[in-house]
């Protein structure tokens, strides 16, 4: 790669946005105010900011392989917790994508080195819906669900973090958005998770409330 392309397109960047609105760059310092907590796959083919025809300044991102929202990942906590409690924003969407190489390696597992502990959450997601997963001999078609249902697990988790919690029996914020890109088309679909209901399901569980202050 010739990095020094990239360098000239960076200042082609700027003068075409420099060009639309000579103060782009001073409003930009100023701050961000975005509404949207997006967490969604580091796959170098899924561009959070261009698959939602966003601006920079605009959505908060978080970026794993096959877009997880593990309990003990520091990293995560610390950008929720940033994202909801001082960027107050009003939005969490879960991303995933179709021919996610971390799902495929959940359906076909190996030894992957370190790798293997980060997929475990992933293999988690097929146990939890083995027998539905099963059912399906298409492979393409039980690939696609594998990663819709993770889609809908990460949801699951990011209701149990009590950044999240607090923020939602306080403010009703943030809601909670599951959507799937797709590589093959470019379109990006809701999955349209009744996520509350869904956690109502396991609230005894998980509900934080009566701890929160």
Same mark, same amino acid.
């Given at each position: 790669?010739?990095?020094?392309?990239?360098?000239?397109?960076?200042?082609?960047?700027?003068?075409?946005?420099?060009?639309?609105?000579?103060?782009?760059?001073?409003?930009?310092?100023?701050?961000?105010?975005?509404?949207?907590?997006?967490?969604?796959?580091?796959?170098?083919?899924?561009?959070?900011?261009?698959?939602?025809?966003?601006?920079?300044?605009?959505?908060?991102?978080?970026?794993?392989?096959?877009?997880?929202?593990?309990?003990?990942?520091?990293?995560?906590?610390?950008?929720?917790?940033?994202?909801?409690?001082?960027?107050?924003?009003?939005?969490?969407?879960?991303?995933?994508?179709?021919?996610?190489?971390?799902?495929?390696?959940?359906?076909?597992?190996?030894?992957?080195?370190?790798?293997?502990?980060?997929?475990?959450?992933?293999?988690?997601?097929?146990?939890?819906?083995?027998?539905?997963?099963?059912?399906?001999?298409?492979?393409?078609?039980?690939?696609?669900?594998?990663? *819709? +249902?993770? &889609?809908? /697990?990460?949801?699951?988790? %990011?209701?149990? !973090?009590?950044?999240?919690?607090?923020?939602?029996?306080?403010?009703?914020?943030?809601?909670?958005?599951?959507?799937?890109?797709?590589?093959?088309?470019?379109?990006?679909?809701?999955? *349209? +998770?009744? &996520?509350? /209901?869904?956690?109502?399901? %396991?609230?005894? !569980?998980?509900?934080?409330?009566?701890?929160?202050?």
């Amino acid at each position: 790669m010739d990095f020094k392309t990239i360098f000239e397109n960076n200042c082609a960047w700027i003068a075409q946005k420099t060009e639309s609105d000579p103060s782009y760059f001073e409003k930009l310092a100023k701050g961000q105010n975005p509404e949207i907590l997006y967490i969604g796959c580091s796959d170098s083919r899924v561009t959070a900011e261009d698959l939602m025809g966003m601006q920079p300044g605009e959505v908060f991102i978080h970026r794993n392989v096959a877009n997880l929202v593990v309990s003990t990942d520091s990293n995560l906590n610390a950008v929720t917790q940033y994202a909801v409690q001082y960027l107050k924003v009003k939005h969490i969407v879960i991303c995933g994508h179709y021919e996610c190489g971390g799902i495929k390696a959940a359906l076909h597992p190996s030894d992957m080195g370190q790798l293997n502990s980060w997929l475990q959450t992933l293999r988690d997601v097929y146990r939890l819906h083995q027998a539905e997963l099963d059912a399906i001999t298409n492979e393409q078609v039980k690939f696609d669900r594998l990663v *819709e +249902l993770n &889609v809908q /697990e990460q949801c699951m988790n %990011i209701i149990k !973090i009590d950044h999240v919690q607090r923020a939602w029996y306080a403010t009703g914020f943030p809601r909670i958005h599951g959507w799937v890109f797709d590589v093959r088309t470019g379109r990006l679909k809701d999955l *349209e +998770l009744k &996520v509350e /209901e869904l956690f109502s399901e %396991i609230r005894g !569980i998980y509900d934080l409330k009566p701890n929160l202050t």
